[in-house]
């Protein structure tokens, strides 16, 4: 079956420091999407892409979708202590939430 | 508020005791779904349901029952649990679970603990 593997499991990064995780799948995605659970909430979604090698930015957040298609990453320059939280992937293969594969998460710790 | 809402936050159950989880949506949309979050594992897609019917059973124990009487609300059913059930239940819901229509409005989860 299909696996979506994440990467590194835990990252604790000095504020002001930049962040990256990393996602990596055993199979060719039709999208990837990114959710961020902050500390006893839930996840909430970020973005979802589509396109081979697309890279979108929201504000200090760069996402990118490898030219493959099968990993992406997640790159927060200059992090802030409102980053902390776990960051995950979730890819799908056919496109259909129904078959959306998660990956383990990145939990990211900012150190004021 | 997520337009996702879930009750109850907490619940303690013994192994024996039958109780429910429920999750209910306010967005208009036609899919939703039961997710379990353990320590340090990924999140595990339960059950799927589109318009009400069940689409997806990812082969999960049957002391978990779905139902799903309309496509605003979404009940989990247990009985007979195990305390490796312990777990935040989360629902979520999509517009719809094709391609295009897939992102997942999460709803604040039910930690359960199973003593």
Redesign the interface.
Known sequence: GQQ?MQIPQYQHVQEGEDFTTYCNSSTTL??I?W?KQRPG?????LI?LVKSGEVKKQKRLTFQFGEAKKNSSLHITATQTTDVGTY?C?G?N?????Q??????TQLTVLP | ETGVTQTPRHLVMGMTNKKSLKCEQHLGHNAMYWYKQSAKKPLELMFVYSLEERVENNSVPSRFSPECPNSSHLFLHLHTLQPEDSALYLCASSQDIYSGANVLTFGAGSRLTVL
């Open positions: 979506v039709s999208n999407q959710y909430g839930h996840p909430v979604f979802q995950f979730a799908s056919s496109g259909s939430a129904r959306l594969t998660f990956g383990s998460g």
